[in-house]
């Protein structure tokens, strides 16, 4: 297995710019995640689905984000408009069948926003 | 809500030697599953070690072994034979009905 691929790996933008990031999790997984990593803030949580069905998204930052999962093989996670607090990087991981199983993580999209 | 502490934020030691990085949580919850990952200046998240805190024995992974302490919440992972490789960010993370808790991270560095 390819494990999670994530894309694109590097993303630069200027504010009010809209960013997608997108994820393919690991083949018969059926939990993904959304992380975001900073300095300040260490990996935090933004939101993840069971079954392409968001669970909890209690850690997106604000409207500004959204994040969805048409099916079982793809997810993208907005940022519209995009600030440059928003600079950090993103990962996506997913897991199998339990929340409790281990999460496999992608390379992670670095997005700077100027 | 469970919380990660990692007490080191830089460990620096020479190649070969042997290296344990500390980790303890807080949390009411029995059963869980607790984890350390490893981060290089790829920034790619590896997973390490894992360990259900419903065994008692410590998990291994080659030269990688964990000291779990479940009464006093205690998770500290052991590298032996420390290689260049291994200089990376180190980070323990715990996992139960909730979401997946990340400590600060150890900025491990091994010199030649």
């Known amino acids: 297995d390819a494990g999670v691929i994530q894309s694109p790996r590097h993303e630069v933008t200027e504010m009010g710019q809209e960013v997608t990031l997108r994820c393919k999790p690991i083949?018969?997984?059926?939990?993904l995640f959304w992380y975001r990593q900073t300095m300040m803030r260490g990996l935090e949580l933004l939101i993840y689905?069971?079954?392409?069905?968001?669970?909890?998204d209690s850690g997106m930052p604000e409207d500004r984000f959204s994040a969805k999962m048409p099916n079982a093989s793809f997810s993208t996670l907005k940022i519209q408009p995009s600030e440059p607090r928003d600079s950090a990087v993103y990962f996506c991981a997913s897991s199998f069948t339990r929340r409790e199983e281990t999460q496999y993580f992608g390379p992670g999209t670095r997005l700077l926003v100027l | 809500a469970q919380t990660v502490t990692q007490s080191q934020p830089e460990m620096s030691v020479q190649e070969a030697e042997t290296v344990t990085l500390s980790c303890t949580y807080d949390t009411s919850e029995n059963n869980y599953y607790l984890f350390w990952y490893k981060q290089p200046p790829s920034r790619q998240m590896i997973l390490v070690i894992r360990q259900e805190a419903y065994k008692q024995q410590n998990a291994t992974e080659n030269r990688f072994s964990v000291n779990f302490q479940k009464a006093a919440k205690s998770f500290s992972l052991k590298i032996s034979d420390s290689q260049l490789g291994d200089t990376a960010m180190y980070f323990c993370a715990f996992q139960g009905a909730q979401k997946l808790v990340f400590g600060q991270g150890t900025r491990l560095t091994i010199n030649p």
């Open positions: 689905f069971n079954n392409n069905v968001p669970i909890d």
């Open positions: 083949s018969g997984h059926d939990y």
